[in-house]
């Protein structure tokens, strides 16, 4: 008898389970347009921190304050794509 009525718990609360995970699967098919670029964002955040982090520690061995090593490493490329973006956009401009 107890058995049974594990049997039946089990099979209702699939009834139940079942279809939520399928809804689930179908919302994130259906949002993964949204949701790659905020799982790249986050990976990429991940990923060059720990890199700008050594690159910081490196510049701190050799003398240079960890705010400026930081400032440098954040503007450097900043520097360098600003000015080649806008010499793209210029031809595209009429």
Do not use: N
Not at 12 to 31: D, K, N, Q, S
Not at 70 to 94: K, Q
Request: glycine share 6%; aromatic share 8%; proline share 6%.
């Amino acid at each position: 008898m107890a058995a049974d009525a594990r049997r039946e718990t089990g099979v209702g609360a699939w009834a139940v389970i079942g279809p939520f995970m399928l809804e689930t699967v179908f919302a994130l098919r259906e949002a993964r347009a949204l949701l790659a670029p905020v799982f790249i964002a986050i990976v990429l955040t991940f990923v060059l921190t720990s890199v700008l982090a050594s690159c910081v520690r490196w510049l701190r061995r050799r003398g240079v304050p960890k705010m400026l090593g930081a400032f440098m490493l954040v503007a450097a490329p900043l520097a360098s794509t600003l000015p080649l973006a806008a010499s793209l956009a210029r031809p595209l401009t009429l």
